[in-house]
């Protein structure tokens, strides 16, 4: 096993299988799965927190989700849907739902009740209350939620290339086939790299987003 | 005015948290709701702006009921402030108290304007405006929280246990800091406390409440201590209260004796200490109160408390004995 895979020039070049390429498709399928599983899991997540209704929802979807192992999802829509990029995002959805879920109910339910109330007693309309002191307020539980859901679906979204797709996977997926060793690292460095300038590049938006008053 | 028009509040679950109130609260004046927990002075201060509907009855701020209004724009015209002020934390100082202006359609620009001006106001220095209330000590919280709440210059304040939450030290600069501005804004206030001696102190009117919504007795501070309506309130008001009332009497119809030769004065005529060498523990005018004049006596080595003019010239002395007449005297006027 050796690194020359990854340091060869010709992997690097803009063609076809070329590991920038992969990168950017890779990227793609995570930022697909991490925007559809925002719109879907942030309102529900907000609004349980907000109103303490379903509870039970939020916590066992956290729990439900982790267990779901996505390859076996992904062979169940695949065949279920076919080939295509829907099966893929279904699953690495399913994957992004419960964290986020599970820190919007958590940021809504650590907001301290005086100052909501505050809020309310100062003439804010309900929309307001939840624009400009709630978000706001729990947008440092939210922003860790995002985090850990975008590390995971960044490791996982490997599994596309296994329905044919491309993706860092691909690099794993056919070095093993061909026992191309120095492939298989190749794509394990460069999806471990990508999870962690990802993280960092969200940490700085956190801190970015974040008001200084909440740290 | 605010009026309390038989209102009742009792809760789902059926515990009765105001029963049957009528009340006036008068235009410009402190009114202090004050009473153990669970007597429903709270509830009735959140019913003045709607933060809970009453079950039955009405309450109107002058002579406007405030059933009928829009809840957030009733809630911007009404100050209000909380236990541990309850600020926004993820905001600077500067924009929490810019957040009603805010509401009411002023650009950031004339809001964060307003809002300079009222912390100068409440005694905080400009540097405080830039900073975060988590960098705030609880004292320091507690007038943003006063300064939020005025921001709008709204005619009526409700202030739910606002000083409750400070150490005594604090609270005692902030009682100050209270009376001072008040004298100046004249705001018709409601203000909820569960400490006799705040509500004293700070009201012009005091409500007191006894447990399951009743009223126990309204009145002056004076009257209350003077006159306790029934066992309750003067168990309320405390044991020492014979002393406290003399908070309201003025000490200018007290005589005065000529200064005895043992007082030492310094060039200006102001006194400087006994010939024994003991401190005078302090001095009084015309315009403090007998309650000032028993502690001097009480406390001064000799058992004379000294009385000084507007310049700090000593112009008398009450002894002990001279002030124990007064008292007797003043006890049979009353």
Known sequence: ?215 | MITFDDVVKVYPGGSTAVDHLSLELPTGKTTVFVGPSGCGKTTSLRMINRMIQPTSGRILIDGKDVAGQDEAELRRGIGYVIQHAGLFPHRTVLDNVATVPMLLGKSRREARAVAAELLERVGLATEFASRYPAQLSGGQQQRVGVARALAADPPVMLMDEPFSAVDPVVREGLHREFLRLQKDLGKTIAMVTHDIDEAIKLGDVVVIFRQGGHLAQVGTPQELLEHPADEFVAEFVGRDRGVRSLSFDSAADLPVRPLPADLVLDDAGRPAGWSTGESTGGTFTVADSLRLVTDLAISSPVGIAVRVDDHGKADGVVPHHDLVDHLAARRGRK
């Open chain 1, 1 to 215: 096993m050796n690194l020359n895979y990854l340091f060869d020039p010709a992997h690097w070049n803009l063609e076809d299988g070329s590991i920038p390429l992969l990168i950017l498709s890779h990227l793609w399928y995570v930022v697909l799965a991490l925007i559809i599983g925002t719109i879907i899991a942030l309102p529900i997540g907000l609004y349980i927190g907000h109103t303490g209704r379903g509870s039970f929802l939020a916590i066992n979807a956290g729990n439900a989700g982790r267990s779901l192992p996505t390859l076996g999802l992904l062979m169940l829509m695949v065949t279920l849907l076919g080939l295509g990029l829907t099966p893929v995002l279904i699953a690495l959805t399913v994957l992004v739902i419960p964290p986020i879920l599970t820190s919007a109910y958590a940021g809504m339910r650590s907001l301290d009740p005086r100052v909501v109330d505050a809020a309310r007693g100062m003439g804010m309309r309900p929309w307001q209350v939840l624009t400009k002191v709630e978000l706001p307020m729990a947008l440092p539980v939210l922003i860790s939620g995002f985090r850990s859901a975008a590390l995971q679906v960044v490791a996982t979204a490997t599994v596309a290339a296994a329905v044919g797709l491309n993706g860092l996977g691909r690099l794993l997926i056919d070095g093993l086939a061909v026992n191309d060793y120095s492939r298989v690292l190749a794509g394990a460095i460069v999806v471990a790299v990508l999870a962690v300038l990802l993280d960092l590049v969200l940490a700085l938006a956190q801190r970015w987003i974040v008001s200084p008053g909440l740290r």
